[in-house]
T-cell receptor, first 112, second 113 residues
Framework: DQQVKQNSPSLSVQEGRISILNCDYT??????FLWYKKYPAEGPTFLISISSIKDKNEDGRFTVFLNKSAKHLSLHIVPSQPGDSAVYFCAASDLSGNQFYFGTGTSLTVIP | DVKVTQSSRYLVKRTGEKVFLECVQDMDHENMFWYRQDPGLGLRLIYF???????EKGDIPEGYSVSREKKERFSLILESASTNQTSMYLCASTSQGTNEKLFFGSGTQLSVL
């Protein structure tokens, strides 16, 4: 059963606007959450993470929000740029830190 | 700069061939993973390893095996390649402990004809 879900397979946004990518999880034991970005024919690259003790983490144009009670996290990209067009995966790791669970990805297209 | 290196970017094999995918990391990481990525299915874990000579099955181990003879190297073996194993294969590594992130290689796009 999928423990990390990304229910939107794709998202299109105009350049300069905000992109919001969503992710839901089912396991309350998840302790650490990550977002990865992937271009075609390349490996995923780490984007931003958040620990369960926080509800927000910001890095430049990227902000991740965590709502533990709703078991929901989101990635905000402001402003969106054409180079942000990629597939975004959210992931969660359990308390051991040795296992990672990935969502199915959201393909973001930023339209110039 | 941290590095996870996969030996091939693109590979074309015939059905029934034995296929070896090699992965090397230079970060002295204990944990190594093999995933495959297919459109609409995300990243699915095939096998992982917490230590030398140690392996654990992931979600989709059927048709695959692995080898970890040295800490830095984790090999994925397709014993008899089939067309449904055409996929992007991703190797990753991380340190043991909490709040550690996965570092990925650049991937191997395998086509089985």
């Amino acid at each position: 059963d999928q423990q990390v879900k990304q229910n939107s397979p794709s998202l299109s946004v105009q350049e300069g606007r905000i992109s919001i990518l969503n992710c839901d999880y089912t396991n309350s034991m998840f302790d650490y959450f990550l977002w990865y970005k992937k271009y075609p024919a390349e490996g995923p690259t780490f984007l931003i993470s958040i620990s369960s003790i926080k509800d927000k983490n910001e890095d430049g144009r990227f902000t991740v929000f965590l709502n533990k009670s709703a078991k929901h996290l989101s990635l905000h990209i402001v402003p969106s740029q054409p180079g942000d067009s990629a597939v975004y995966f959210c992931a969660a790791s359990d308390l051991s830190g040795n296992q990672f669970y990935f969502g199915t990805g959201t393909s973001l297209t930023v339209i110039p | 700069d941290v590095k996870v290196t996969q030996s091939s970017r693109y590979l074309v094999k015939r059905t029934g061939e034995k296929v070896f995918l090699e992965c090397v990391q230079d970060m002295d990481h204990e944990n190594m993973f093999w995933y495959r990525q297919d459109p609409g299915l995300g990243l699915r874990l095939i096998y992982f390893s917490y230590d030398v000579k140690m392996k654990e099955k992931g979600d989709i181990p059927e048709g695959y095996s692995v080898s970890r003879e040295k800490k830095e190297r984790f090999s994925l073996i397709l014993e008899s390649a089939s067309t449904n194993q055409t996929s992007m294969y991703l190797c990753a590594s991380t340190s043991q402990g909490t709040n550690e992130k996965l570092f990925f290689g650049s991937g191997t796009q395998l086509s089985v004809l």
